[in-house]
C-alpha cells in the first residue's frame, strides 16, 4: 500500500529523525548523518560525505510501505 509524505513524516519523527530548516529528515547514526531528501513525489535516502550526500536507495511514495516490524520498505538501492 502506498504512503503519503505526511505519513512517511510521521513515521520519521516517531523513530528519531528530525525536519531541517528545509524540510528534510535528518538523523545522526554512529557511521555518519544520514538525511531523507524529501521531494513532491519521492523520498531520497541519503549519507554525508566528506565530498557532499551520497544516495543510498530512493523511491516514489507509491511505491513505499510500512513493513510489519515498522521499517520503512519499497525504496531501491
Known amino acids: 500500500m ?3 509524505r505526511e505519513e512517511l513524516i ?8 528530525k525536519l531541517d530548516r528545509w ?3 535528518k ?4 557511521n555518519g548523518t544520514h538525511r ?6 519521492a523520498a531520497r535516502h541519503e549519507i ?12 516514489y511514495y507509491k511505491n513505499l510501505h510500512l513493513t510489519a516490524d515498522d521499517q520503512l520498505g519499497g525504496m531501491t538501492r
Open 2 to 4: 502506498a504512503i503519503t
Open 10 to 17: 510521521a513515521w520519521a519523527t516517531r523513530n528519531g529523525w
Open 23 to 25: 524540510g528534510h529528515l
Open 27 to 30: 538523523k545522526e547514526f554512529s
Open 36 to 41: 531523507i531528501k524529501l521531494s513532491r513525489i
Open 48 to 59: 554525508s560525505t566528506p565530498w557532499g550526500w551520497a544516495r543510498l536507495a530512493s523511491g
